[in-house]
């Protein structure tokens, strides 16, 4: 059997020491609320440094709706821009004018006209019949940012949609990237065509 432990009453009880630990482990644990509050300065730098991104490039993204002009509501037929051209006509796949002013649309770039060969000049020639067609199905409305900016060649920057029939809304941006041939354009260096 085992041994028997008996009580002796000389034998003194040693106590422990009590362990000192370090601050970091002596506080308690903050809250969801706290933990917020502890990065929110950084979250609003964030938050400051994508606005100003997206407000030094305007032809890369469509301003949101409350930074938005008016939509101004277009109807009418276009043509390609050339001699004996009408109001409205088309330059290339992501400008057109409308009398002496040049819009190009926000967000997207395609092949130019000038081309550098002849992949190119097929894919700028299928990207200005497909923004002539979209162009033609009937009334749009065009909006800009509040501060109507401009690109690098003085031409309008504006962003373009129609509501369907079963009211959701047709934006020419979308349209362009999945059927026309053109690609995202998010500011700076264009990449080449051929």
């Known amino acids: ?11 003194r009880r040693r106590r422990r020491k009590p362990t000192v630990r370090p601050a970091r482990f002596g506080k308690r644990r903050s809250s969801w609320g706290e933990a917020f509050a502890a990065v929110r300065p950084v979250l609003l730098l964030i938050a400051l440094a994508t606005v100003a991104v997206i407000a030094s490039m305007p032809g890369a993204f469509p301003a949101p709706g409350f ?19 009408g109001y409205y006509c088309v330059i290339d796949g992501d400008t057109f004018k409308m009398g002496q002013t040049s819009v190009r649309v ?13 992949a190119e000049a ?8 497909a923004l002539q067609g979209w162009l ?9 940012r509040l501060d109507d900016p401009t690109d ?16 959701s809304e047709d934006r020419l941006a979308d349209f362009m ?13 264009r990449g080449g065509w051929c």
Not at 2 to 11: A, H, I, Q, T, V
Not at 77 to 83: A, D, K, N, Q, S
Not at 152 to 167: E, K, V
């Open 1 to 11: 059997m085992g041994k028997l432990l008996r009580f002796d009453p000389k034998r």
């Open 67 to 85: 930074l938005s002009s008016e939509p101004q509501v277009i109807e009418g037929r276009f043509t390609r821009c050339g001699p004996g051209r």
């Open 106 to 118: 926000v967000g997207i770039d395609t092949a130019e006209r000038d081309a550098q060969c002849p």
């Open 122 to 129: 097929a894919q700028a020639e299928a990207s200005t019949r």
């Open 136 to 144: 033609n199905r009937g009334p749009f409305e065009m909006t800009a």
């Open 152 to 167: 690098r060649y003085g031409r309008a920057l504006r962003t373009l949609t129609r509501i369907r029939p079963d009211g």
């Open 177 to 189: 990237r999945t059927e026309g041939g053109a690609r995202g354009y998010w500011g700076g260096w």
